[in-house]
């Protein structure tokens, strides 16, 4: 009797008794693999509950499906309903949060959109609506919208880096990550991810740009300048400045 397999084919039994014991396990066989991709994915997408008929590329791969059951990716767990889409060779890339998520210990909201790296880290993510992270107001970004870098989180849970959706004061900092349209609008995109606010993987304020102008430890800034922090909290003028354009290849923590 041969192995029973996914892709077995049915022999001639010499007996009843064999066949049925091949019928039962083919059947289970079948069962474990309903919902996963087809022989012709890649190893490297796992089997994925899908709601529907779940969209594939041209060579079988899994692209697109709505989780009808929890799914993990690394360290983080996805709830039912949120909208799943792989790349070509298997790779989770993002994912539109069908309920609430914990990501790292930070409850993320409804509707937000996670992208993941080729390694099935949550890199960054934007948020459907605003919404309050850590005390700090966040901007909002579409469904599907990626022409930026998004709000990043530290794998201990704490901002890493965010969109501020209005002027905040932090650490004694007049912050935004935009200006008025007519009084520095386009400076501040000109300036792409050096607009937005960089945290310490403590909490505290590392980069900014600022919001007005303003005087800071004794040193006169201009509205629309980026400065920089030491952990300590004291002027770091010689700091690099933080401006990552794209998320496939971020430091590790």
Known sequence: MPPCTENATLPR??????????LVCALGAATVHAAGPSSETPTRSPAVACAETPNRFENGALERCTLTHEYRVGEVTLPPGSVLTFSKDGVLAEAFLGDRAVIYGQELPRQATLFFDT??????????EEASVQGHQLRSMG????????HMLYTNGKLRASWLAGEEMID???CAS??????????????????MVWFYDDGHLQQAMLARDAI???HAFR???VISLRRDGTLDAAAKRL???????FPDD
């Open 143 to 150: 469904k599907g919208y990626t022409g930026y870098l998004g």
């Open 216 to 218: 800071i430890q004794g």
């Open 119 to 128: 390694k099935g880290r949550m890199r960054h993510f934007w948020l459907r």
């Open 172 to 174: 004694g900092v007049p």
């Open 223 to 225: 509205k629309g300048e």
């Open 178 to 195: 935009k200006l008025p349209l007519l009084r520095g609008a386009w400076h501040a995109v000109k300036l792409g991810a050096q607009a």
């Open 13 to 22: 039994p010499r007996f009843v008794s064999s066949l049925v014991s091949w």
């Open 243 to 249: 401006d990552w354009s794209g998320w496939k290849d």
